[in-house]
C-alpha cells in the first residue's frame, strides 16, 4: 500500500512550482525574453566570490577527509564559526553546542517542529505564511493553527495570537523579513510577542517556544532585523544561505537553539535526534566548511534594492495596491479581483507569472518574486499595463 498523505505530497506540486515548471515550458514554446516570470525565489545575484574561492581551494586538498560525514551536529569549525558570528553581531553569549548545521532552512525547520512537539499538538503560525509549514507541521503530526497578520502592515497581531495559543500549544513560528509580504517585524512587535508568550506560558504552565524562520534576514532594505533570542529566551532561529549567500540548490544553513533558553540544551538535543529521524546523516560537509569562511560574507542587497525600487514604482504609476516591503525580495499586490487564482490565471494570458495568494493561506493577493534580471521588470511593465486595463469598464 501507497501511503496516502505522501503520494498527495508528492502528486500535487506546489502552486509556486507548479507556475514555474510551467514558465519554464512557455520559455520554451515563446522564448524566455517573452515571459515574465514572478514566481520562483530563486535568487538573482551570483554568490560573493569567495565562495567559489573556497570551494576551489578545497577541491585542491586531499579529497578522503574533503568529503567525509562530519559529526551529525556538523563540523566543530562550523559550529563555531556560527557561535562566534552570532555572538558579535548580536552581542550575546552563543555557544557552538547549540548549534545544528542542517541542508537548509528547510531541514531546521522540520527538525525544530519535530523537536518541540508531541503528534496531537497545535503550531501556530501567522498567514499569509510560508506553505511549507503546513507540511512539516502535519508530518510532525501536529495541527497547523493560522492566525491572520495585522493589516495593513502585516506586522503579528497579539490579540489574536493570544487567543489562539491553548493547552495544545507548542510554538509559535514567525518568518522576518518575511516571505510572501516583504514585512520586518519592528522590535516593538517582537517584543510585545514575547511579552504575551511569557504570560501564556505562566497561564498554561508549559513552555511555548517561538521557532524564528530567518533565510531572509540579511536581505533588508534599511529597516532594524532584531535578534529575536534577545527578546524571547525560548527562540529557535533556523537560518539559511539560500538568499543570503545565493546558495538555495546546495543546501545549506543552521539552526540555534538560544543558549538563554531554560531547556535549550535537552532542545539542542532533541533537534539533532529529530534530524536523525528524518534522515538527515549530516548536513552537506564541503558546504559547512564554506559556510564556516564565509558566516560574515554580506549580500549583495543593492541588486534586490533597485528592482524593488523599479517594481514598486512602476505598478504605483499603474494603480496597483502592494504592501511597501522593507526585507526579503517579494512583493505582495492585490489581486484585481477577489479570487486570486482567476487573476493568476488572466495574468499569463498577458505572459505574466504571479503566485495566487491562496497557497499562503489568504485570498485576494499575489506574489511577485522581484529577485529577477531588472530588464525583466521593465518590459513587464506593459503587460501589467495590460492586465489592468482588462478589468476596466
Ligand atoms: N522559509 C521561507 C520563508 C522560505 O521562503 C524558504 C525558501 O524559499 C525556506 C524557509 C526554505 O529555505 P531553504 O532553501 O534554505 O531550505
Sequence with gaps: MINEKMYGLGDEPSAIRELFAYGLARKAEIGAENVFDFSIGNPSVPAPAL??????????????????????????????AVAASIAERYGVRATAAHVYLTAGAAAALAASIAAVTEPGDEVVVIAPYFPEYRTWIEAAGCTIVEVPAAVPAFQPDIEALAAAIGPRTSA??????????????TRESLEALGAMLRAKEAELGRPLYLISDEPYREIAYGAEVPWVPSIYDRTIVCYSYSKALSLPGERIGWVYVSDSAEDGDAVTVAVAGAGRALGYVCAPVLLQRVA???VNEPSDVAAYAENRALLTEGLSALGYEYVEPDGAFYLWVRALEEDAQAFSDRAKEFELLIVPSDSFGVGGWVRLSYCIARDTIERAMPAFAALKASYAG
Excluded: K
Excluded at 71 to 79: D, F, K, S, V
Excluded at 172 to 185: C, K, L
Design 292 to 294: 564556516a569562511r564565509c
Design 51 to 80: 565562495v567559489g574561492d573556497t570551494m576551489r581551494e578545497l577541491l585542491e586538498t586531499d579529497p578522503v577527509p574533503l568529503h567525509a560525514y562530519s559529526p551529525a551536529a556538523g563540523l566543530p569549525e562550523a559550529r563555531e
Design 172 to 185: 509559535v513560528i514567525i518568518n522576518t523579513p518575511n516571505n510572501p509580504v516583504g514585512a520586518v517585524y
